[in-house]
């Protein structure tokens, strides 16, 4: 529960509260993985990282992170006002110490983390060192937001914990870049977007402290049309197109576990094994017949993700909703997807978890151009009911998509 020294602070804010922005930087690393040689992960990946890290994520319906424009100042506050009416923020700063001001800002929505930089130097440097979101990591305090791309060049970002849309800027134009095959991939507090230049593959950063795109880090063994999945500031890939063994997979981290499923080892044979890596152990297990039905040899990858550590499919072929039984190794169906969501043999729909629910995104057009839909399901053990939590005019293919959690 916030003090009245934090409803104060949350009181300044109120006059800035309207603008929406995007922030966040944090050191990445990758950890490649392609044909028959399973390269050892980073040693980095110790057990005290892994313990705590997939988390228990509030419910967008219920976020426990107070709306800055709800809360009011309480009466008998001590807190000098301005002679304009205002609170004077150096008084606040002086009389709550930075201790206090970081509690208070740890536990504000992120959505209204550009209006807090806007106030003084002492917020802006919290916020765009990234110093608040270590810290909210160690506190599990988490917010996910959902970025795709239905254009080649441009994204758009949705905060479903305050049901807003925010402002992304539009990528560099480099022309071979943009007609490339690209993956997306949210790490820590950046979305990095992969891609090819006319003779070399390069990796574009979008950074939320800075609102900005930079190049990014290329990895050792570049590849594109590859599986990957990301552990708060790590992330693995593995497979794609110049690695040996698969394209076109997917990967995802359950159980503390990565799990490459799915894909392509040569352009007509199709896949149905899944590999299994232990971070713990740092080793590989295959597991036959995993990813069974899942992709077909003109088909997108197999649109998979992970709630609570239990795994589903977006079978886009039937538009079916399925969930992985881990025991029997079997692909249990669930429901129906959203109707008004459609594919090209899974190209243009984006399925992905974020937080406790599963997202499926996707676009239908109609006599004023192209409208993506955005719906969500809590998995409850009952059959899916999707409800439509977003929708905007905008291209209806969903090129990319990645999820950031901090």
Not at 121 to 139: A, D, N, P, T, V
Not at 351 to 366: K, N, Q, S
Request: hydrophobic content about 35%; charged content about 20%; some cysteine.
């Amino acid at each position: 529960m916030l003090d009245g020294r934090c409803y104060l602070i949350s009181r300044l804010f109120r006059s800035s509260c309207e603008q929406e922005s995007n922030w966040h930087c944090m050191d990445y690393s990758f950890h490649g993985s392609s044909g028959n040689k399973k390269r050892r992960l980073d040693e980095e990946f110790e057990e005290r990282q892994l313990e705590g890290q997939v988390k228990v994520n509030r419910s967008p319906q219920q976020p426990e992170t107070p709306d800055i424009k709800d809360m009011e100042l309480p009466l008998g506050s001590p807190y000098h006002h301005r002679s304009d009416g205002k609170y004077s923020d150096s008084n606040i700063v002086s009389g709550l110490g930075r201790e206090l001001i970081i509690s208070c800002l740890l536990h504000l929505s992120r959505s209204d983390y550009a209006a807090v930089a806007s106030l003084n130097r002492m917020f802006r440097s919290l916020i765009h060192s990234g110093e608040l979101y270590k810290l909210r990591r160690k506190m599990d305090i988490i917010e996910h937001w959902v970025y795709f791309s239905c254009s080649i060049h441009e994204w758009d970002a949705y905060d479903p914990y305050r049901e807003r849309w925010i402002m992304v800027p539009k990528m560099p134009p480099t022309e071979s870049f943009m007609c490339s095959d690209k993956e997306s991939l949210a790490v820590g507090t950046e979305l990095l977007v992969f891609g090819k230049e006319v003779n070399s593959h390069i990796v574009l950063r979008y950074s939320i402290l800075t609102n900005s795109w930079s190049p990014g880090l290329v990895m050792n063994s570049p590849r594109c049309l590859f599986g990957s999945a990301s552990l708060g500031d790590k992330a693995i890939i593995a497979g794609g197109i110049n690695a040996q063994a698969r394209k076109l997979c997917s990967g995802v981290f359950m159980d503390g576990k990565f799990y490459v499923i799915g894909g392509m080892a040569s352009n007509t044979k199709v896949l149905t094994c899944g590999e299994e890596y232990d971070l713990e152990r740092r080793s590989w297990r295959v597991i036959p017949d995993m990813s069974s039905g899942l992709n077909g040899a003109s088909g997108a990858p197999p649109l998979v993700a992970v709630v609570n550590n239990e795994l589903y499919a977006a079978h886009y072929a039937d538009k079916e909703l399925r969930k992985y039984n881990k025991v029997n190794n079997t692909w249990v169906g669930l429901g129906r997807l959203p109707e008004s969501c459609v594919s090209m043999n899974g190209w243009g729909l984006a399925f992905r978890a974020c937080g406790e629910r599963l997202i499926v995104i996707g676009g239908t057009r109609d006599s004023f151009g192209g409208m993506i839909e955005l719906n969500s399901w809590i998995p409850n053990g009952e059959p899916p009911v999707w409800n439509m939590i977003a929708s905007k005019h905008s291209g209806s293919f969903v090129y990319n998509c990645a999820v950031m959690g901090c």
